[in-house]
């Protein structure tokens, strides 16, 4: 199993940055993508942005493509999402998912994180 904890969401306004962050553990030897997702409520969750775990380049949604920026810190075994140039539609709860190297894609999901975005 692997548990991941998502944090660091909260409140900003239309232009403003946020980092969230999340915390992975358990067994980690298995897995090959780390991501972020988002969902609104009453909508599907939505792909936000992913990299695999052993580099490469990280891939985007278009929607968030050149405002958010996925990055991995290996020593501290936690994934980030930079948010800047937030707008009012990126206000849902966020998501952080692994998957492990079994073709079943994401089976791991942090708890959700809200995110607000002010006008």
């Known amino acids: 199993q692997v548990q991941l904890a998502d944090s660091g969401g909260g409140l900003a306004q239309a232009g403003g940055s946020l980092r969230l962050s999340c915390a992975y553990s358990?067994?980690?030897?298995?897995?090959?993508?780390l991501g972020w997702f988002r969902q609104a409520p009453g909508k599907d969750r939505e792909f936000v942005a992913q990299l695999t775990w052993h580099g490469g380049t990280p891939e985007y949604a278009d929607s968030v493509l050149n405002r958010f920026s996925i990055s991995r810190d290996t020593a501290k075994n936690a994934v980030y999402l930079q948010m800047t140039s937030l707008k009012p539609e990126d206000t849902v709860i966020y998501y952080c998912?692994?998957?492990?190297?079994?073709?079943?894609?994401?089976?791991?999901w942090g708890q959700g994180t809200q995110v607000t975005v002010s006008s």
């Open positions: 998912a692994a998957a492990a190297a079994d073709g079943k894609g994401y089976s791991y």
């Open positions: 358990g067994r980690l030897f298995n897995l090959y993508r």
